[in-house]
């Protein structure tokens, strides 16, 4: 990781390329296990994120690789709802949830408002640290017999019939929820502290809008999903019957409390991965987002809506009819702000300047795979069809489009987009692109198919399944080989570079941002002087068309 | 059924219909929108595609069209809302003539218990075209009554009777699945739904081995239990008769009143203290752990028979008595 420059660079002038930078200074494993630079605690989070990416989609590989044939025959009953638990758990808590913020938006929001590190640096490295022990408790409980209750925890089950290691990980998802609630308190105080002078809120790149409605939700609903889990805690541990109907409780009072955060929960997946397409549309169409107040409010409405829709999960659950009605007008209803931002991004390309880069197609991608996740959204929405698939693969399908499709779409479109920025090097463009096109491809093949199979009746998480579901299945395990492919070249082209990529200049795409008036990779301090900002944010052209002036590229 | 591609389940109950045509609804209007936004971005990706380095001019935005893609789509909502409750709300209440069934989950298998007192495990025989009423409950976990032939599923869980009906209307075997996770065999947990004309039906109740009717089992429970000591028929006993209980309105200590129905006796038996009624003190026992799942619905129909108000809806289909056909639906004839 030597990013010293040792000869000027190519095109760039040479006053953006300082002595050294935020790798360069300070050298060894302490000085990386004990920052306080947010950029440092950044890829210490892409290190760990990418490496229960690797675990996460190994569970993900045996599932598929079992449901080839309609008989249980690779793994045992047993062994196959732990694989399931575990890809869950991991893929959920450990890389969704936190991917995009803690990633991108640790890099990138100090750097946006033009502040040196976030509010509080110490707690920064505090969530890292937080992750890295709830991450630990998860391994610890997979490899001391695994966990079988599905990475929903429902009770009765979880409480009290499961004999698998429930505490261990429910106590790992436990302590990985604070890292998330520190991470969105100390977003949302740097939001609203360190903006450099005339960065107005209105300002704010859409990236930073995006992450203060997701840290909103991380610290109002995290903390609810702590509180259900130590009352699954108390109730294994010491007998407490918050959920066991033979003593009086009530074991739909679980599913409550843990979709009350758990739906929200998939806003803070998508909204942060919805930032990163605002800023990945507006630079590589090189115009002004369409409808900036539209797309900022719409993530703070997708933020409040969020809130009041878990009741979506429990139509066939026996929750009041009334009820029922209130929660699927209100799920149809958090549509419209998703809809809102996909017209925006569409009119911010009209009449724009093009171009097809690495990041540009997965934001492409990203619009194919949030269509689908988002409108068959609708579909579950719908009482009556609802309780045809709740429980299916059509469920299965429509969340991976949403979480997978939408979220980590977004999350690699801006790992791409920024990775010159972060590490001072780029990335071979081809690679890039063959890798876009590999998800998408993949992607589609993979969960597509499982539509059709929840429509027909499949449910989920069965080890065997009836004869006439294998076609769907095969299709989709082989989806799921070229969807995998197109995740490891990533890991491969980016580890290449960090040593053999061509250096990268401070702003490779002629992008607008303040992130892109520091060098790459950014000095420990980010900006020297403080930034003075005069400008709207995405000014890609000045609105007088005689002035207007190209720099760079 | 063998192995071709099948890429949509069939359709065999009253209420499969409505649900298909709401899919069918959504589905194409996703279709079209999905196809004209990607089209559009298609369009704009090719038509300015970037060949020089100019910045294009900017455009803030248009009220109107904020306007426009927030309303539109928001209206086009509701009518997909109402659509789906319509049909749910049809399909939540059954008709007072619906036959009456009884399904007891446990991990990892369906029992099955007819009023006459047939059983079966992990199938069900229905005749066809004919309303039919489950009353469901679980010995542990939460499972789900799942037959997507029908398009109806309902979480049985435990400590409660969970519902649902339906009409089928096409004769065959249908699955039976569980949908709710509910342990290692999970996916074991498997069946099969036999929809039969009315003569193949009656041949098929009279050719099982049956026991003593559920109303019978319950009775003989009700006395082997002590429950007789005190609910006596005349009402002198230590406790409230239960004759004419089941389906009315019971006063209780409270001052409250609360609907004689099977989870409000299914409680009082199990948990006594929960709802006093009014006039007398708790000195019955729980009989949590003294009764199981099966039992307590044998008492419950003992006691409901004992209801002349309930009498019509508990006579199982030892006769084929004439029933009003609950909602004028059409109804593709059987076979």
């Not at chain 1, 979506?312 to 209100?330: E, P, R």
Request: with cysteine.
């Amino acid at each position: 990781m030597s990013a010293t420059l040792t000869h000027p660079t190519e095109t760039v002038p040479a006053p953006e390329q300082p002595s050294d930078n935020y790798i360069t200074r300070g050298k060894g494993v302490m000085s990386w296990l004990l920052t306080k630079d947010h950029k440092r605690i950044a890829l210490l989070y892409l290190m760990s994120i990418t490496a229960m990416s690797l675990l996460g989609g190994f569970f993900a590989a045996l599932i598929r690789l079992e449901l080839i044939t309609p008989g249980g025959d690779l793994l045992s009953a047993e062994s196959y709802n732990k694989a399931f638990t575990m890809h869950g758990v991991i893929m959920v808590f450990f890389i969704l949830i936190p991917a995009t913020p803690a990633v991108l938006g640790n890099f990138l929001i100090p750097i946006m408002v033009g502040a040196r590190d976030l509010a509080f640096p110490r707690i920064n490295l505090l969530s890292w640290y937080l992750y890295i022990a709830g991450a630990a408790l998860a391994l610890f409980s997979m490899i001391s017999g695994g966990v079988d209750t599905g990475w929903t925890f429902y009770t009765p089950y979880s409480s009290t019939y499961s004999n698998s290691a429930v505490m261990t990980t429910a106590l790992g998802a436990f302590i990985a929820g604070f890292a998330t609630i520190l991470t969105g308190l100390n977003f949302i105080v740097t939001v609203h502290k360190m903006r450099a002078p005339g960065m107005t809120w209105f300002r704010l790149p859409l990236f930073v809008w995006a992450h203060y409605a997701t840290s909103l939700v991380q610290i109002l609903g995290t903390p609810v999903i702590a509180m259900t889990l130590v009352l699954v805690a108390l109730e294994r541990a010491l007998g407490f019957s918050f959920f066991n109907p033979n003593n009086g409780g009530d074991p739909i009072l679980f599913q409550h409390l843990f979709w009350f955060y758990s739906h929200p929960a998939v806003y803070i997946m998508i909204l942060p991965a919805m930032g990163v397409i605002s800023e990945l549309v507006t630079c590589f169409s090189r115009k002004k987002v369409f409808g900036y107040s539209f797309i900022a409010m719409s993530s703070v409405a997708i933020a409040v809506f969020g809130f009041v829709v878990w009741g979506h999960h429990l139509f066939v659950s026996g929750q009041s009819i009334y009820a029922g009605m209130v929660f699927s007008i209100l799920s149809f209803m958090v549509a419209i702000p998703s809809a809102i931002k996909v017209f925006n991004w569409a009119a911010t390309m009209y009449k724009g300047s093009i171009s097809y880069d690495t990041p540009m197609l997965y934001a492409f991608g990203f619009f194919g795979l949030f269509l689908v996740g988002g409108l068959t959204g609708l579909i579950c929405a719908s009482m009556a069809i609802d309780i045809h698939i709740h429980d299916t693969y059509f469920i299965v399908a429509h969340f991976h489009y949403i979480m997978v499709g939408g979220g980590i779409m977004g999350y690699m479109g801006g790992l791409h987009y920024w990775w010159p920025k972060m590490t001072g090097r780029r990335y071979p463009e081809l690679a890039g692109r063959l890798s876009a096109v590999f998800v998408f491809l993949g992607f589609n093949l993979t969960f597509f198919p499982q539509f059709l199979l929840g429509y027909m009746g499949m449910p989920r998480r069965y080890h065997a399944y009836p004869e006439e579901f294998q076609i769907l299945n095969v299709m989709s395990s082989s989806g799921a080989a070229v969807l995998a492919m197109g995740y490891i070249l990533p890991m491969i082209y980016f580890t290449w570079s960090l040593f053999k990529g061509k250096k990268a200049p401070a702003n490779p795409y002629g992008a607008k941002g303040l992130e892109w008036e520091i060098p790459s990779p950014p000095p420990t301090e980010n900006f020297t002087t403080t930034p003075i900002v005069t400008e709207e944010a995405y000014a890609y052209a000045s609105e007088d068309e005689e002035t207007h002036e190209v720099k760079h590229v | 059924m063998a192995k071709d591609l099948q890429l949509f389940p069939d359709s065999a109950a009253a209420g499969a219909a409505g649900v298909d045509a709401n899919y069918f609804f959504i589905v194409a209007v996703s279709v079209f929108f999905a196809a004209g936004i990607s089209l559009a971005i298609l369009y704009f990706a090719l038509r300015y595609k970037r060949k020089s380095e100019e910045m294009p001019k900017p455009i803030h935005g248009s009220l109107i069209l904020e306007l426009g893609w927030t309303v539109i789509p928001f209206l086009i909502a509701m009518v997909m809302f109402a659509g789906g409750a319509v049909v749910f709300f049809r399909s939540y209440n059954p008709p007072p003539s619906a036959m009456e069934i009884f399904i007891v989950g446990k991990q990892w298998m369906w029992k099955t218990q007819h009023p006459n007192g047939v059983r079966e495990i992990n199938e069900l025989h229905v005749p066809v075209n004919r309303a039919i009423k489950l009353t469901m409950t679980t010995e542990d976990v939460i499972h789900s009554y799942y037959i997507p032939a029908f398009r109806v599923k309902k979480d049985v869980v435990p400590g409660q009777y969970s519902t649902m009906w339906f009409e089928p209307t096409k004769v065959g075997k249908y699955h039976l699945f569980c949908a709710e996770y509910c342990g290692t065999q999970h996916s074991g947990m498997i069946g099969s739904v036999y929809v039969m004309e009315e003569a193949d039906y009656e041949a098929w109740l009279s050719g099982s081995v049956r026991g003593e009717t559920m109303q019978q089992a319950g009775e003989r429970l009700f006395n082997r239990l002590g429950c007789a000591t005190c609910h006596k028929a005349d009402n002198t006993g230590r406790g409230p008769t239960l004759v004419d209980v089941f389906g009315q309105p019971v006063k209780l200590q409270s001052g409250m009143s609360v609907l004689a129905d099977e989870g409000y006796l299914r409680e009082s038996i199990l948990r006594p203290s929960a709802k006093t009624v009014a006039g007398y003190t708790v000195e019955m026992p729980t009989f949590q752990g003294q009764i199981s799942e099966e039992g307590l619905l044998q008492v419950i129909g003992y006691i409901k028979s004992l209801s002349k108000a309930a009498q019509p809806a508990a006579t199982p289909a030892a006769k084929p008595i004439e029933t009003p056909k609950p909602a004028p639906t059409a109804k593709k004839g059987g076979n």
